[in-house]
């Protein structure tokens, strides 16, 4: 439906009004879905993303992390999990003093460890 329907109307400069980076209502309806889910399911750790918002709880809330839309036009969010330990994160270009093109990882958020989210 999206490639059929959606993507000529975007062409044509119609944007989808479903989509939760464009319609801060929908966004919010998702996160509550989410958040409601995880609580009935007693998860442990929810990581979703493509919402554009992203979401880094601290311990004792609700363990609900969102790397945002990931992508950006010079660079990529996401969620890292190393030795027991959570960050978001973000990989970027940049150019060294002698002109050499490289790319950096900077920590958005954390690291924090897992077992700090574990809920009873």
């Known amino acids: 439906m999206v490639r059929v329907l ?3 109307l975007n062409v044509m400069g119609i944007l989808d009004p479903t989509s939760p980076g464009k319609n801060y209502t929908e966004l ?3 996160e509550r879905h989410i958040k ?9 750790i929810t990581i979703v993303g493509h919402t554009h918002r992203p979401r880094f709880p ?14 950006h036009p010079h660079s990529i969010t996401g969620i890292e999990i ?11 270009t940049s150019t060294t003093d002698e ?3 490289r790319i950096v990882k900077t920590v958005l958020e954390g690291p924090k460890k897992l077992i700090d989210y574990k809920t009873s």
Request: aromatic share 16%; net charge positive.
């Open 6 to 8: 959606w993507k000529p």
């Open 28 to 30: 919010i309806r998702i």
């Open 36 to 44: 409601k889910w995880i609580k009935t399911n007693k998860n442990l």
């Open 58 to 71: 601290e311990p004792g809330h609700i363990a609900f992390f969102n790397d945002g839309s990931c992508v």
């Open 82 to 92: 190393e030795n027991g330990e959570i960050s978001l994160i973000k990989w970027d």
């Open 99 to 101: 002109g050499y093109f």
